[in-house]
């Protein structure tokens, strides 16, 4: 344990001031997010909307990330992160307080598409700009830490979004509508409090590159060939994964209080208790990829998921339920910091923003392609074979992915790109 502290500390005093500012952006952007994404699906139901409600407005903010984030992206290459993150956060909190004021179905509908669009030009520049105000030695560690972080900053947000909920209806007597509302407008001022070290990011760092740019397409394509195919293979595998998991992922708040019928305050410390397992994982992982290589500890990790996702799926106790959540959670995100790490590992420095992007842009397509599938599921079929027959659906497409990749990055096959 003493090595492992040491080891995290002496990658912490490496990290640029533009990382630790961007750890400071990221903590409060993610608490404020959190508060919001835990009792925004039961603030639609609150107002009386059915479950297909939900999953529409899931499918509306996952297709407007999707068609936004590769052009954002490219931007991100272009003008670099500074620039593009101030604005991305100055529409998010506009379109996530429309959404929280908003009560009629057109305009639930049209600011999660604005909600969608301005959270995805955010996203576009969180890897891109970490890998390049870093070495390839701190990757594995920074974006182990980056996600921890972004969990216990979800843990905070979701222990206070539920609670607060609960809070203003017990003591004050407030609707649960009005209480719902309350505590995403507090998540909404949380988050907008990131813009502040943001307007501290240094110009030298994490610039976008300039220069070179005259080439035409072609011989672009031609020079960056290798770079191409794994964004490609990227972007593929991150269809797939979020085609399982979007029959899942958005729902598990609604999955609780659907199947167990229990309180906003309890499904808050349960999600909470679920990111605060992976943030343990996420810290542990570079020591797991010293033994067995960052490419199998994906798979090793996603396969071992996958047990505790099915129990999740079949059970009919609440803390059972409960106990698969947090291991499925821990298990299959502890993979993430490895994948981007090969990802930055393999594409050039040049393409960094359209590798991160691209693979959101289908991240976001494979939620849109899910969530109606899901909900109509649980519609048909009821809260037990619903939910059953959807996490089932995730376990098996989760296995095939985890399969091929380690045949795609197992052996070896690509080189790694130089580094700018």
Known sequence: MATLL??????ILDYSRNIRLFFVFN???????????????????????????????????????????????????????????????????????????IEAQQGLILTAFLGGMSQAVVSATVIPFMANNSTPQQRVHMFSLNLALVMLASVIGNVLGGSLSDAME??????????????????????ALGLFPVLMYSAEEGQAQQGGQTTGWREAIQHHRASLQIIALFAFLSLLSASAGGMV????????????AVSKTLIGIVVSLGQGATALAYLLGPAIT????????????????????????????????SAGYLFRQALMNAANPFYNTIKMKYVDRSLRGLASSSGEAMFNLGWFIASPIS??????YGSYYGYAYAFSITAVVYTIISILFYVFFGKDRFRAAEEA
Request: hydrophobic share 55%; charged share 10%.
């Open 6 to 11: 040491r080891e995290w500390k002496n990658q």
């Open 290 to 321: 010293r033994r067995i290589g960052e490419a199998k500890a994906v798979a090793v990790l996603q396969l071992s998921s996958i047990p505790f996702l099915l129990l999740t799926a079949y059970t009919t106790n609440f803390y059972t339920a």
């Open 27 to 101: 903590f409060l952007w993610n608490t404020g997010l959190g508060m919001f994404g835990l009792v925004y699906n039961l603030y639609v139901r609150a107002l009386g909307y059915d479950q297909t409600m939900v999953g529409q407005l899931v499918g509306m903010t996952a297709i407007a990330s999707a068609i936004i984030l590769m052009p954002a992206g490219m931007l991100n290459d272009r003008f670099g992160p500074k620039r593009l993150v101030s604005i991305g956060v100055f529409f998010v909190v506009a379109a996530l307080t429309a959404r929280a004021l």
């Open 375 to 380: 909900t109509g599921l649980v519609a048909h």
């Open 249 to 260: 992922v958005p729902y598990l708040n609604v999955y609780f209080q659907d199947r167990f």
């Open 170 to 191: 017990a003591l004050f007597g407030l609707q649960e509508v009005v209480s719902l509302r309350i505590t995403l407008l507090i998540g909404m001022g949380i988050a």
